[in-house]
């Protein structure tokens, strides 16, 4: 499996941007499709968005659209999430994630990262 370390996080304020970064080790990159989930205190993981194995194909939560945007560079092994215009309701711990297709759920993917705290406050 891809080994995985999410790096990007911080704190900002209401409105502001960051972006995160998802670096990929072991086996073959490009071989995977990525995911970006959050998880908030007290609530299960949600998905935030989805990108295909050559970043032709991107999906996202209905709560982020518009705001977020996901991308990878095969070549350096990397998955980002470029984050605008964000709220306090975005503050969760950002996890990235590799599976066989994009997907929405967490069983999709098969590997996964420690996570990164983003925390906006307003």
């Known amino acids: 499996q891809v080994q995985l370390v999410e790096s990007g996080g911080g704190s900002v304020q209401a409105g502001g941007s960051l972006r995160l970064s998802c670096a990929a080790s072991g086996r073959t990159f490009s071989n995977y499709a990525m995911g970006w989930f959050r998880q908030a205190p007290g609530k299960e993981r949600e998905f935030v968005a989805t990108i295909s194995w050559s970043g032709a194909s991107t999906y996202y939560a209905d709560s982020v659209k518009g705001r977020f945007t996901v991308s990878r560079d095969n070549a350096k092994n990397r998955v980002y999430l470029q984050m605008k215009t964000l709220k306090p309701e975005d503050t969760a711990v950002y996890y990235c994630?590799?599976?066989?297709?994009?997907?929405?759920?967490?069983?999709?993917?098969?590997?996964w990262g420690q996570g990164t705290q983003v925390t906006v406050s307003s």
């Open positions: 994630a590799a599976g066989p297709l994009p997907g929405t759920v967490v069983a999709d993917f098969v590997s």
